[in-house]
């Protein structure tokens, strides 16, 4: 067991399967300011360069002990490709969507022939080749996406989105039958240059923003035919307090649900999934990673392994102004859980 390679471990923690220990990684985004001035990517760049994308998600595990490579930094390329204008952001803050395709109705929507050379997918799928070829066949490699349902609310804009939920059902199951398709082909083509794990984070599924009803009946059979659907191990990240949807995202065929420090008690999320899927998660990014200190993160992260988790993670995307020392503490934490 103790030849393990980080990938092997990540893998088989996902699958449900025996580790020697609980891995420690990020499946949301990796990106730190101190590492951009450390290593010469900074963002926005780092958003279009292959080679700096590369390079900013590389340092996380190089420099932090992060036991996988996470790329890109943001929920907008996938977006931005399907038509979606993009502001891309500060070194400090992440790309965000600023105006959509269809937020009247959905006249003239149609997946883009080439889809994967609009925008910054081929930059994408250029780093992920890079790291491969840097980091070697043992490291695992975490391809980042929006999940359809954020992408179609980005595709008709949030306030569209909500009111077809409610008052047209028919355009709402159009768009996100739409969202859904383009979400499979983007992420095969990430596990094709080489991703390990697909992660879709899909904020706009959270009981936050849409019922727990509308969770089962329209949003779960959406991620279902995501992940049935794409050719890798596969996470789903839904920000806020999932426990009212919990147990319906068990049953969304995804070895890993992340989940925030919302959730409150890891035990009993843990009892909800059963062997339906793996818990990943839960420290606080903005409230333990974000402000540390130091032993607040190792107790915090000692609690959640002694609960049960099954991949020891931040709770939500890294804030870019965390120090590199947080993360490491994180590390080091599950280090000496099991000295």
């Known amino acids: 067991m103790s030849d393990m390679t980080l990938k092997e471990r990540l893998l088989n923690a996902l699958e449900g399967k025996q580790v020697d220990k609980v891995p420690v990684c990020s499946v949301t985004q990796t990106g ?27 340092a996380n595990y190089e420099l932090s002990g992060l036991e996988a490579v996470r790329v890109p930094y943001c929920l907008t390329v996938l977006a931005e490709a399907m038509g979606c204008e993009v502001n891309m952001g500060t070194i400090s803050r ?16 149609e997946m883009p022939e080439n889809l994967l050379d609009k925008g910054r997918i081929q930059a994408v799928l250029g780093a992920i080749k890079i790291i491969r070829e840097r980091v070697g066949p043992d490291v695992p490699i975490i391809g980042g996406i929006e999940g359809p349902i954020t992408l179609a ?11 077809w939920s409610l008052k047209k059902p028919e355009l709402l199951e159009q768009v996100l039958d739409f969202a859904t398709d383009a979400t499979i082909s983007y992420a095969n083509s990430m596990v094709l240059a080489g991703a390990d794990v697909v992660s879709i984070a899909d904020p706009v599924a959270s009981p936050d923003l849409m019922s727990p009803d509308s969770f089962k009946n329209v949003l779960q059979p959406r991620l279902q035919k995501f992940s049935s659907n794409v050719d890798s191990v596969t996470v789903l990240h839904i920000c806020g307090n999932v426990n009212p949807i919990l147990n319906y995202m068990a049953d969304c065929g995804f070895e890993g649900l992340s989940v925030e420090e919302k959730i409150g008690s890891v035990k ?48 939500c995307g890294i804030a870019p102004m965390t120090p590199l020392s947080h993360i490491k503490a994180m590390v080091e934490a599950r280090d000496e859980y099991y000295a």
């Open 153 to 163: 609310s980005d595709l008709a804009s949030i306030k569209s989105f909500m009111k």
């Open 94 to 109: 992440q790309p965000s969507v600023t105006a959509h395709p269809y937020p009247k109705d959905l006249e003239g929507m």
């Open 32 to 58: 730190i300011v101190e590492l951009m001035d450390e290593v010469g990517a900074p963002w926005p760049e780092a958003h279009s360069d292959p080679e700096q994308m590369a390079k900013l998600a590389i």
């Open 268 to 315: 009993k999320a843990k009892e909800i999934l059963g062997d339906r899927a793996r818990l990943v998660g839960n420290i606080s990014s903005p409230f333990t990673l974000l402000p540390g200190p130091v032993d607040k993160i190792k107790t915090e992260a000692k609690q959640v392994l002694a609960d049960g988790v099954d991949v020891l993670a931040p709770g």
